[in-house]
């Protein structure tokens, strides 16, 4: 099993700056999507941002300009520094990571984990 754990959620004015953490773990043997999503109250869950093994990183609706997705392949980690925070940023931000894991009888097959959210609030 691969477990993905994000960090860094808190509460910031509107025009603040906020940067969010993922790190997968377990036994990973290659990562290579990794990505961000995000759901506000009483809506769906929408994707922000995703980014390959290569670097290439894509962006949908009002994330692009504001945020930026990155990655630290060494420490298995993703991250979301998001700027000019608007009040409609407010959600819970969750974590994607895919790729292949090794099993515990030893063979690799593919993963896609989620964690558990971390909640983002930007007040007016």
């Known amino acids: 099993q691969v477990q993905v754990v994000e960090f860094g959620g808190g509460l910031v004015e509107a025009g603040g700056s906020l940067r969010l953490s993922c790190t997968a773990s377990g036994s990973i043997v290659k990562i290579s999507d990794m990505g961000w999503y995000r759901q506000a109250p009483e809506k769906q869950r929408e994707l922000i941002a995703t980014?390959?093994?290569?670097?290439?990183?894509n962006y949908e609706g009002a994330a692009e300009g504001r945020f930026t997705i990155s990655r630290d392949d060494a420490r298995n980690t993703v991250y979301l520094h998001m700027l000019s925070l608007k009040p409609e940023d407010t959600g819970s931000y969750y974590c994607?990571?895919?790729?292949?894991?090794?099993?515990?009888?030893?063979?690799?097959?593919?993963?896609?984990?989620w964690g558990q959210g971390t909640q983002v609030t930007v007040s007016s």
């Open positions: 994607t990571a895919a790729g292949i894991q090794r099993g515990g009888d030893g063979f690799y097959r593919p993963f896609n984990s």
């Open positions: 980014i390959s093994d290569t670097g290439r990183a």
